[in-house]
């Protein structure tokens, strides 16, 4: 045992045994903000999770893996840009377009190396109106199909938060055609669109239904008191559905 | 290559002592130190360390109050007090809090989005030097009237350098001020304030102690970022008319400090250091002097070693080099080559500087020859001392005596209810009430999961030990215009204020740091607001039981000869057993029935 | 030293928030001959010596690969200029 | 129609952050050819009609007083491209 026990970054020794037997993976950059929350939002799901740091390549047998919420690399060329490129991603790529199948969740930095991986389609350029925002969101289940939404019913409104500077999704218009024909627009902002996106996109998956990415942060709306309005627990669903989809129990 | 050889046979060459800030007493005193003139790398490092900034010249002989007036009950949970990088707060099963406030007026004022930037990546650097992890940051704002075009140059560009660089750090910003009165705008107020927690076996102090250990600096590499800065900034004026004088801006780069943060931590994880310090103004010439003044012998560096990204730089300007996002640690030999994979790990660049010896001196080289040669004490603690005369403004009768009721508009109050009303909405609607929250929804205040409070609240609550909810809660305070009507009880306001709202989340305030902003301190009037306002703030911590741990004196915050209205702000902590228990400002959704009580006078 | 210059501009056909409010901008500055503005990016490469055909397409290549992304962006531009 | 392109570029000897990041990444993909990187800005201004010396005169001001920020930045560049 080191001398300290306040835990590192990736260090989220679980302390007991998880209820699920679930091993969900947390990619950390450099950079990276929300692994920890991530990391407790999967503990509290009653999964294990799992520090993957981005300059290794191996994916440590985990069952699904979260990107977490930041600025890889400072993300001053492009959110995402240079996060692509790291070995654990080419990793994630593979396990997620393979057979297997692998769960793959990215929030915010997250979803926008997705993108800039081709696992997502489209991308994300400044908000319109071209502040970083922080604000509580209610968001649009457009999708309870996905590994990542099957605990949320069709059309429930959800409230997260939301926090970045480049949250405006775009897509050509084809592109965004075939996700909405597809049922490929997993989350849309309702009310008010914060940043404008697209056709009011907030999330988005794969045909598969197994990666989703999404702006808005579902690991910061897990804890009573620490949410949205201090009472928010809206996104213990997203974690809540890997488990169920891993047990087999996906709708 | 100035040599101190070299100056010990040249007596009689001209130094631009003058230009660096220096007056004629001060470098007479250098002359009278050293036995010899200063050579030209010496001149760098007293001059910016001798500035007010540094040297805290002018303030130093009132802030002992701080130290002075201290109860037994104030000191039992001081685990490090004022002096060192920031003061240490034992919480209780082996946890500990430090914070800090301090200023970054000037730059901000030069350049908003940077300046302000930097003031959170400065202060976020001090508390990860005490070998804490960072987790929260606040901004009390002060600018000029709110329709003044410049105040929109300076407030967009502030605003969003703090969330640019807190938000990119993952610590949330947990409150802060926005005050808009036209004194400030000539002289905008850009404080920030940091506070991070640690296991007590981690804490870290600055000094370079045991002999052959090795001095290493890491991060950022050093660039020609703010040279002169340290002194220009608290020297008399800017002068436009020398542009040499002027500052270069620093640029901050958020990415580069948290991969410094991190990898701070895995140094103090692993023990790797002996000493640490962070990099601020004066650079090298603060940390190497530092270090070595506050360990046990002495130090000595080849600074052609160090990583450059401006091969040009003097060695001169690399001593008084501000750039941002470096540090320097004593690394014991058995540890260089962990030291080195942690550094590795994180791809943080490093160079080893030299190390720790038992002369007592601190001697920097350049290749190989001695360009520095002095007692590390008399550049970092042994500075010039200022007994600065003062005595209340003859005006000062003339202000109190002009109160709003003697006022037209004060003889006339309104009374039906409809001015009652205009009068409300008026008030309501008057910038320095209004909702702030377009500045707050630039911030993160979710990042890392642990906030229990944060804006609209009185105070900031963040939890620090999950198992058990224990946490902390943080609030800041100031009123220029009572301070500057009364500056011994306008500072004692501001640390009442700040005290209730973190009693009324439902914390127990323990400790305070302060930023005390003021006018030029050569200015008798000014001194006097000075000299009050930390006499006012020290009896009342001594009445209400709250040390002062920490703080920074921001001086020459004036326009030509107008200072800005004495500004100390207040910081105040508290101590949550469980931040369950944290009390909002307002009510929630869920309180329909509760009663509303109105308590006190 | 000799630097490649790579030019990386939004797509046509996607909205630039940047560059609208610079348009938005100008007129209250008194600048009103321009109908549109578009905001990108322009990297210096520096290259330490001689910049021969196969660095020209490395530069090209990083310029397609990392420096810009298609989904959203063109390099409108790579050269080389001499200081 | 014509478009006035105005490029800026960090001052030489302020810290350009995005060119540092992008620098360390460029090896790791295998471009190892470059020494340095930094990264500017580059604005394109649509011009209705013909490009005279007064509207340049103008985008020249513009880029002076509102594409840069003259405290870090250095504006390297502003001329007319025809389509
Ligand atoms: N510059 C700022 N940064 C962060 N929070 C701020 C800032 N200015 C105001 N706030 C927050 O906004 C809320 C309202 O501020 P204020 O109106 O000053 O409160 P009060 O009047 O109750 O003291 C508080 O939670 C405060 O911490």
Redesign the interface.
């Known amino acids: 045992m080191s001398a300290t026990e306040l835990p590192l970054i990736g260090d989220y020794s679980t302390p007991a045994a998880a209820l699920s037997g679930a091993r969900i993976g947390v990619v950390t950059f450099p950079g990276t903000l929300d692994d920890r929350d991530a990391a407790r939002a999967i503990r509290m799901a009653g999964a294990e999770a799992v520090s993957l740091w981005h300059g290794d390549a191996d994916l440590s047998n985990v069952d699904a893996v979260v990107i977490p919420g930041g600025f890889s690399y400072g993300d001053y060329l492009r959110a995402g840009a240079i996060a692509r490129f790291a070995p654990m991603m080419s990793k994630i790529v593979d396990a997620a377009n393979s057979d297997a199948k692998l769960p793959v969740l990215g929030i915010c930095n997250g979803f926008q190396i997705l993108t800039e991986s081709h696992l997502l389609p489209g991308s994300m350029i400044k908000n319109d109106h071209l502040k970083f925002l922080c604000r509580d969101q209610v968001l649009r289940v457009e999708n309870n199909t996905t590994a990542w939404s099957n605990q949320y019913a069709q059309g429930e409104e959800i409230t997260i938060v939301l926090k970045n500077q480049d949250g405006q999704y775009v897509a050509d218009e084809k592109t965004l055609d075939a996700l909405e024909a597809e049922g490929r627009v997993a989350f849309s902002y309702v009310g008010w669109n914060p940043n404008g996106s697209r056709r009011n996109i907030a999330g988005i998956t794969n045909a598969a239904g197994n990666v989703v990415g999404l702006m808005p942060h579902p690991e910061h709306a897990v804890e009573a008191g620490f949410g949205p309005d201090h009472t928010g627990t809206d996104g213990l669903g997203f974690f809540t559905s890997v488990l169920t989809h891993l047990v087999g129990g996906q709708k | 290559m100035d040599t101190v050889a070299n100056a010990a046979v040249t007596p009689d060459t001209e130094l631009p002592w003058a230009e660096l800030g220096l007056k004629q007493n001060e470098f007479d005193e250098v002359v009278k130190v050293l036995g010899r003139r200063p050579t030209a790398a010496e001149l760098a490092m007293y001059s910016v360390m001798w500035s007010e900034h540094c040297s805290y010249k002018s303030s130093k002989n009132h802030l002992r109050q701080f130290g002075d007036k201290v109860s037994e009950e104030m000191k039992k949970d001081m685990l490090v007090g004022i002096g060192e990088n920031a003061g240490v707060t034992n919480l209780g099963d082996g946890w500990a809090v430090t914070f800090k406030i301090e200023s970054h007026n000037s730059p901000t004022m030069i350049e908003p989005y940077q300046g302000a930037a930097t003031g959170i990546g400065g202060i976020v650097r001090d508390i990860i030097s005490m070998g804490a992890r960072p987790v929260a940051v606040m901004d009390p704002l002060r600018f000029g009237a709110i329709d003044h075009p410049d105040t929109a140059r300076v407030i967009h560009g502030a605003v969003a350098g703090i969330g640019g660089y807190g938000n990119s750090l993952g610590l949330p910003n947990i409150g802060g001020e926005m005050v808009f009165d036209s004194v400030y705008q000539g002289n905008p107020l850009v404080n920030a304030l940091a506070v991070g927690v640690m296991r007590h076996e981690d804490i870290r102090l600055a000094n370079a102690s045991g002999k052959g250990n090795k001095v290493v600096l890491f991060g950022a590499r050093t660039g020609g970022d703010g040279i002169g800065g340290a002194s220009i900034l608290s020297s008399e004026s800017f002068d436009d008319t020398k542009p040499s004088k002027r500052p270069a801006v620093q640029v901050g780069d958020p990415f580069a400090e948290k991969v410094l943060i991190e990898c701070c931590l895995e140094l103090f994880k692993g023990s790797l250091v002996e000493g640490i310090q962070d990099l601020g103004a004066a650079g090298i010439s603060c940390a190497t002097s530092e270090l070595a003044s506050n360990g046990d012998g002495g130090m000595e560096v080849e600074l052609t070693s160090v990583l450059l990204r401006d091969p040009t730089l003097t060695p001169g300007e690399i001593l008084m080099s501000e750039s941002q996002e470096r540090m320097m640690a004593v690394v014991s030999p058995e540890n260089i080559e962990a030291f080195e994979a942690t550094m590795d790990k994180w791809a943080v660049e490093y160079s080893w500087l030299g190390e720790v010896t038992d002369t007592g001196r601190l001697i920097i080289k350049w290749d190989g020859e001695v360009i520095v040669d002095v007692d590390p004490r008399t550049v970092a603690h042994d500075g010039p001392l200022y007994d600065r005369p003062y005595a209340r403004p003859e005006w000062q009768d003339a202000l109190q005596a002009d109160t709003f009721k003697s006022s037209e508009a004060g003889a006339n109050l309104p009374s039906t209810g409809a001015e009652l009303k205009a009068a409300l909405v008026e008030l309501m609607a008057s910038p320095n009430m209004c909702d702030k929250s377009w500045i707050t929804n630039q911030y993160d205040r979710y990042v890392g999961g642990n906030t229990a409070l944060a804006s609209p609240d009185d105070a900031g609550v963040i939890r620090v030990d999950e198992k058990t909810g224990m946490g902390v809660a943080l609030a800041t305070d100031a009123n220029g215009r009572y301070t500057f009507l009364d500056p011994y009880h306008g500072a004692q306001l501001a640390l009442a204020e700040a005290y209730r709202n973190v009693a009324t989340s439902g914390a127990v305030p323990m400790a305070v740091s302060d930023c005390l902003n003021f006018g030029s301190p050569e200015d008798s009037d000014v001194m006097w607001q000075l000299a009050e306002a930390i006499r006012g703030l020290s009896d009342a911590c001594l009445v209400l039981g709250v040390p002062v741990t920490g703080g920074n004196v921001s001086l020459y915050n004036q326009t030509g000869s107008t200072p800005i209205h004495p500004t100390p702000v207040v910081a105040m902590l508290g101590k949550f057993d469980d931040v369950d228990r944290r009390t909002p400002s307002g009510w929630r959704a869920d309180a329909d029935g509760q009663a509303l009580y109105l308590l006190g006078t | 030293?000799p630097r490649?210059v790579v030019?990386?501009?939004?797509k046509p056909?996607?909205?630039?928030?940047?560059?609208k409010?610079?348009v938005g901008?100008?007129p209250r500055?008194g600048?009103?001959?321009?109908?549109?503005?578009?905001?990108?990016?322009?990297?210096?490469?520096?290259?330490?010596g001689e910049v021969t055909e196969?660095?020209l397409a490395?530069?090209r290549?990083?310029a397609e690969?990392?420096?810009s992304?298609p989904?959203?962006e063109d390099v409108v531009n790579v050269e080389v200029v001499a200081d």
Request: hydrophobic share 50%.
């Open positions: 030293m490649i030019d990386v501009m939004p056909e996607i909205l630039d928030p940047q560059g409010a610079i901008a100008l500055l600048f009103t001959a321009f109908s549109q503005v578009r905001q990108g990016k322009r990297f210096e490469l520096t290259v330490d196969e660095i490395q530069a290549e990083a690969k990392l420096l992304n989904v959203i």
